[in-house]
T-cell receptor, first 112, second 112 residues
């Protein structure tokens, strides 16, 4: 099976802009979670989608949003970018009996 | 109550030695404890996971020890190899597919 894919892999944006990141889960997985990874804060949970519904949300401002499509692919959007949003954004999919989460390679976002 | 504390922050081990990383949690609702390995430029990869109904789980050179009463768990890497040099994260969640709370990470270096 192909793993979790994320596009784009790298992005450079300017403060105030918005950005959309995409995630394709492992085939058959219906749950997609997003995490932010920074040197200072580590790995932090953003939100989880299951069957096109947000099932859980972390402690991030409303500028961070997401959605999931009927084919389980997911997107996350960050509006009005701030310098502190520079991070590696990771998507994880889970499904099957064990429900383990498998991560994609991430999207490296740099805000200048 | 959602925190997971991980130690040490960094670890240097000689080839063939045993690497030990420890984690402690507070939330007694946590029911699933995975360990992830991350190489630079890659997403975290699931190594091994355990549930509280067992005290130890072994997969190859990797062993998780779990102490439910102390709310602690640890990763042991036997016969450590230079290729094991990476950052290791412990995590916890209430179910296997749900929101993961991560430890701060341990940077392991295995010297040849």
């Amino acid at each position: 099976k192909a793993g979790v894919t994320q596009t784009p892999r790298y992005l450079i944006k300017t403060r105030g802009q918005q950005v959309t990141l995409s995630c394709s889960p492992i085939s058959g997985h219906r749950s997609v979670s997003w995490y932010q990874q920074t040197p200072g804060q580590g790995l932090q949970f953003l939100f989880e989608y299951f069957s096109e519904t947000q099932r859980n949300k972390g402690n991030f401002p409303g500028r961070f949003s997401g959605r999931q499509f009927s084919n389980s692919r997911s997107e996350m959007n960050v509006s009005t970018l701030e310098l502190g949003d520079s991070a590696l954004y990771l998507c994880a999919s889970s499904g099957g009996v064990k429900g383990e989460q498998y991560f994609g390679p991430g999207t490296r976002l740099t805000v200048t | 109550q959602q925190q997971v504390k991980q130690s040490p922050q960094s670890l240097i081990v000689q080839k063939g030695g045993i690497s030990i990383i420890n984690c402690a949690y507070e939330n007694t609702a946590f029911d699933y404890f995975p360990w992830y390995q991350q190489f630079p430029g890659k997403g975290p990869a699931l190594l091994i996971a355990i549930r509280p109904d067992v005290s130890e789980k072994k997969e190859g050179r990797f062993t998780i020890s779990f102490n439910k009463s102390a709310k602690q768990f640890s990763l042991h890497i036997m016969d450590s190899q230079p290729g094991d040099s990476a950052t290791y994260f412990c995590a916890a969640s209430q179910t296997s597919g749900s929101r993961l709370t991560f430890g701060e990470g341990t940077q392991l270096t295995v010297n040849p």
